[in-house]
């Protein structure tokens, strides 16, 4: 048995390093995200108040912006995450963070076209899509 073992000791390694990453990759893609859309190429877009407190800067590279939110879990009830753009703002309660993703659509001057949200379906993996148009 030991002999097989160290004959695949290699493919055991890179099949545990793999799983870490999947898992790490995984761990990063499940926070719930907004995705502003634009038609700028780079540009500032505007800022987020995060629910500890700090400013974080939105800036555009090749047409979109991502923000992510903090896992549900570290959100207490009170809570509250504010998007400042020249022409849009949203605040987001705790009580609102049904989405994984929500795509939001700007024109050139920043004005709110449409949105698209994927959510999660009763805590189940399968995930709805819901379009919104203005």
């Not at 090749?62 to 022409?87: C, G, K």
């Amino acid at each position: 048995m030991t002999i097989k073992l160290k004959r695949h000791k290699g493919l055991i390694t890179i099949a545990v390093i793999m799983i870490l990453m999947s898992f790490g990759w995984l761990y990063r893609e499940l926070h719930p995200t907004i995705i502003f859309h634009t038609p700028q190429k780079s540009k500032y877009l505007g800022k987020v108040s995060e629910i500890s407190g700090s400013i974080a800067k939105l800036y555009v590279n090749n047409h979109i912006v991502r923000y992510r939110l903090p896992y549900i879990w570290e959100w207490q009830e009170d809570d509250e995450v504010a998007v400042f753009i020249n022409n849009y703002g949203d605040v987001i309660h705790k009580e609102d963070l049904d989405f994984w993703k929500l795509n939001i659509y700007l024109d050139e001057n920043n004005f709110y076209l449409n949105h698209k949200k994927t959510e999660y379906g009763c805590g189940l993996r399968h995930i709805l899509q819901s379009r919104t148009d203005k």
